[in-house]
């Protein structure tokens, strides 16, 4: 064990049985309470036993969205608006009180929003008793004839009890009968009227199987979480006028100021338990003193009006019983005085304060401040819940944060498997809570899916049972017999009946005085009184030893009777106990095969834990490379997109430009035929001019005077106009225009005298100056026809002589 430990020193790696057999879930019941009012708006409704469904309520800021989300919760039970408190406690707490007197622990909380109901469950109201009074009532309806007298177990500090003999716990009482403190009410006293009708339970509700061989004593103690505080609500604080009280500032406390009572610590036992040291622990008798002790620190929990509740609990309240139990002694009559075989069991009742809104309550100061740790705390057992179901589900193995709070940290044993658990969840379903208790559902619906491991059933002490019984029934039959032969039923009657047989039967002694000599009277009288009581007491004797005859021969029958039972008891007994033998034997086979299937199961766990991390890698994969094949497909598109806008883009751009130069290639072909034209018209012209007149030169001035006409040219196309990205507009010119001019090729004109005879070849000169000349004044015109921007390229220079 020391090295298992030394491999692996977490705590629950002891606690090894994870087979689902051996662990129970979570018990979460829902309660909803009616509405105040009957035409109030509504946002819960009970579908069935197991569901309820909230929605909603109309103008939330869902249905401005468009949205309209019905959501539905299970749990384990359901219970309506109709539903009573015994119905609530015989589904919820009463197998807890079973539990409680058999030996195990239970935990029992209410949790909800502010106003919802949670004080009432657990609590109750006058002619209607919760929770707490009908457990105490169950009880001690149950253990109630094999109660112990008071300070036969006592409770020591470390969260342990101890048996007391006889004699301690007689002086114990006679202690506290001497100290003038004040008594708690036993059950014969008169009920406080101001709760009597709250304990007033006619259902007589009790267990069935009970252990009559052991004895029992309750205690009760009552705690309250206040700002992550933990008070004793039982503490009698006195205050002492002579000895100056100090508050935190280190002043001396004014008489008549409230003194604050001090803060517990809460430690850990040697069977890791946590308890609270210095709490105060009643121990009780009824269930009307019980629950008297529990309105007594009642009366001191710090409630405040809010704008939600007119009484709203500002902090966590638990009231602890526990269960102190041993066995009788092999005679039936004494407690054994072994401590290991004591069971100390409890069951905690826990009233949550209600989680709120600072903004519908209107906190402020201290209001605010409680409010803020009242979430906090409920926060933390959220957040312990959430890891615990966390490693649970995934194998991690997270630390479970219970000492951020004070209540987490208290209760940590339950979660750890030393106990039950059960959780109310109560919620209002008006409209108003809509959002705290759909905040509520969610931490109820996480809850269920936490496990607790079942609590192990306490060892047998191995002594015979029915001793008590057996002892009971031995006193009776003595009695009995007795009675029948008229002797006595014990000592004192026994002392009675003889002394009274003397004083009846023997006649009075006469007077003894001798006043006169010749008195011959007095002592014959003596003497025969003498001899009447020596004869009655020979009677009497023989009477006697007839009575010791009769006795002893009834004792010798009632051996001979009890041997002949005891023969009879023990032949049942070696037939229990064969039957016992095949039992154990078959529970050794059934454990043999619980371990060969714990053995499977963790292979089958393992296998599975395996497979599910392939699987979440393998999901995790495709999840990756589906994503990036969308990602790969959105670039596909885009890219397509995009090349279809280049392409349509590029196709207009090369259409307008294609345009642009057909039209360009157009006006210069109808340039150049007009050029051609204009050169025709101009050379007709000249060549139909007489041959006798001298050209004129052609001069610049005249030909702006007089401008030549000319075939009308056709329009030039206009441009086409672009939006730009900036918010303006482009121009694209699409007709060029480009005039060039060519020098004229041919024989220069020469001069010669005009008297001279031509030469030879005169005709031949003549056309070539005619022709020079019309090549030369076709030029001048055509630039002058198309304008001053029309450069003469090629036209020769005129040299001087």
């Not at 506290?176 to 014969?188: E, F, I, L, M």
């Not at 002392?495 to 005085?513: A, D, H, R, W």
């Not at 702006?704 to 329009?715: D, L």
């Not at 225009?737 to 005879?757: F, M, V, W």
Request: aromatic content about 6%.
């Amino acid at each position: 064990m020391k090295a298992a430990r030394a491999k692996t020193p977490r705590r629950p790696a002891l606690k090894k049985p994870s087979s689902p057999s051996l662990k129970d879930p979570v018990g979460v019941y829902c309660r909803v309470r009616p509405l105040s009012w009957p035409d109030q708006e509504c946002c819960i409704e009970v579908i069935n036993e197991t569901t309820v469904q909230i929605h909603p309520p109309e103008g939330y800021r869902i249905f401005r969205n468009g949205e309209y989300r019905e959501t539905q919760y299970s749990f384990k039970e359901v219970f309506g608006t109709l539903v009573v408190q015994k119905e609530l406690f015989d589904v919820v707490a009463k197998p807890l009180v079973e539990d409680l007197i058999h030996g195990k622990n239970g935990l029992l909380f209410t949790y909800g929003v502010t106003g919802s109901g949670k004080t009432h469950t657990m609590t109750g109201s006058p002619g209607d008793g919760g929770l707490l009074p009908r457990c105490l009532d169950m009880i001690f309806n149950s253990i109630g004839p094999f109660q112990a007298k008071r300070f036969v177990f006592k409770l020591d500090d470390k969260n342990g009890v101890d048996v007391q003999c006889k004699v301690d716990a007689l002086l114990e009482r006679q202690k506290r009968d001497a100290v003038p403190v004040p008594k708690t009410p036993s059950g014969k006293r008169q009920v406080d009227p101001e709760f009597a009708d709250m304990i007033n339970v006619q259902d007589h509700c009790k267990v069935e199987e009970v252990d009559e061989d052991n004895v029992y004593s309750v205690f009760v103690s009552y705690i309250e979480i206040y700002n992550n505080y933990i008070y004793d609500l039982l503490e009698e604080a006195p205050f002492e006028p002579i000895k100056p009280k100090w508050n935190n500032c280190n002043t001396p406390v004014r008489n008549g100021d409230f003194i604050p009572p001090q803060s517990k610590i809460l430690r850990e036992d040697q069977n890791h338990n946590m308890y609270v040291t210095g709490c105060t622990e009643v121990e009780v008798k009824s269930a009307e003193e019980a629950f008297e002790v529990f309105w007594r620190g009642q009366k001191k929990r710090h409630i405040a009006n809010t704008q939600l509740n007119r009484e709203s609990s500002r902090s966590h309240s638990v009231y602890i019983i526990k269960l102190a139990q041993a066995p009788l002694d092999a005679d039936g009559d004494n407690v054994l005085q072994e401590k290991e075989q004591i069971t100390l069991s409890q069951l905690s009742l826990v009233d949550l304060a209600g989680s709120e809104r600072t903004n519908r309550t209107k906190a402020e100061g201290n209001r605010l401040r409680e409010a803020s740790n009242i979430n906090q705390s409920l926060m933390t057992l959220r957040t312990c819940i959430e890891v615990l179901r966390e490693n649970q589900m995934y194998g991690t193995n997270k630390m479970v944060p219970y000492r951020d709070s004070k209540l987490t940290h208290l209760f940590k044993n339950y979660f750890d498997g030393e106990g039950k658990v059960r959780m109310i969840v109560c919620v209002n379903p008006k409209a108003e809570d809509y959002e705290e208790s759909l905040q509520v559902m969610r931490f109820a619906e996480m809850t269920q899916e936490v496990e607790v491991a079942r609590p192990v059933d306490r060892p047998l002490c191995g002594l015979t049972p029915g001793r008590r019984l057996r002892n009971q029934a031995f006193r009776e039959e003595l009695s009995r017999r007795l009675e029948m032969r008229g002797g006595p039923i014990n000592g004192e009657t026994e002392e009675q009946s003889v002394s009274e047989m003397f004083s009846q039967n023997f006649p009075p002694l006469p007077s003894c005085e001798l006043l006169d000599v010749n008195d011959d009277q007095t002592l014959p009288k003596l003497i025969e009184v003498l001899e009447k009581r020596h004869k009655l007491r020979q009677m009497l004797s023989e009477e006697f030893a007839k009575n010791v005859l009769a006795f002893k021969t009834m004792l010798q029958e009632f051996d001979s009777s009890v041997i002949s039972k005891e023969n009879y008891i023990q032949g049942k007994l070696s037939e229990k106990e064969k039957t016992i033998s095949g039992q154990k034997m078959e529970l050794e086979r059934l454990e043999k095969k619980i371990k060969t299937l714990e053995f499977k199961i963790d292979i089958l766990e393992k296998t599975a834990l395996i497979y599910e991390e392939d699987k979440r890698n393998l999901q995790q994969e495709l999840e990756s490379k589906s994503q990036k094949l969308q990602r790969q497909a959105s670039d596909k598109r885009r890219l397509e997109a995009r090349l279809q806008g280049m392409m349509a883009e590029t196709t207009m751009k090369w259409e307008k430009e294609c345009e642009r130069r057909v039209a360009a290639k157009q006006l210069e072909m109808q340039n150049k035929l007009w050029v051609k034209d204009e050169k025709l018209k101009q050379l007709k012209a000249i060549v139909t001019e007489p041959k006798n007149e001298k050209p004129e030169r052609p001069s610049r001035e005249r030909d702006r005077e007089k401008p030549v006409q000319r075939s009308v040219s056709p329009p030039p196309v206009p441009g086409d106009v672009f939006k730009t990205r900036g918010g303006g507009q482009a121009v694209q010119f699409t007709e060029i225009e480009t005039l060039k001019q060519e020098s004229p090729t041919g024989r220069k004109r020469r001069s010669s005298p005009s008297n001279a005879d031509p030469p030879e070849g005169a005709a031949d000169s003549e056309w070539t100056d005619v022709e020079t000349r019309c090549s030369v004044a076709v030029e001048m015109r055509a630039g002058s026809a198309l304008g001053p921007g029309y450069q003469h390229h090629a036209q020769p220079k005129r040299r001087k002589p």
